[in-house]
């Protein structure tokens, strides 16, 4: 088997997507032990999908840093009750 085949499926055996025609876990696994580069190719590959998902996180994480980017537009914080208090003071 060709090696840019073996890795097209074991692409798609990470994404959880059926193996290409003629392509068998069994096969794939013959060749991964076989082949130093593929099985190189496969560990990288693994381990990018992993840490993709970790990227990815719970969905409430990436709402909560969307606030706080929103809630201060200018990076600028509110006027704080003493700056309107000292106004008062000195008209
Ligand atoms: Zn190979």
Not at 47 to 66: E, F, I, S, Y
């Amino acid at each position: 088997m060709h090696c840019s085949r073996v890795r097209t499926a074991v692409s798609a055996r990470l994404d959880g997507e059926e193996l290409p025609p003629g392509v068998t876990d069994g096969l794939l696994d013959a060749h991964l032990a076989g082949c130093a580069d593929c099985r190189l190719w496969s560990e990288r590959a693994s381990a990018l999908d992993g840490l993709l998902d970790r990227l990815r996180g719970p969905p409430h994480t990436g709402a909560a840093r969307t606030g706080v980017v929103i809630s201060s537009p200018s990076g600028d914080p509110a006027p704080s009750a003493a700056y309107w208090t000292d106004g008062d003071r000195d008209r």
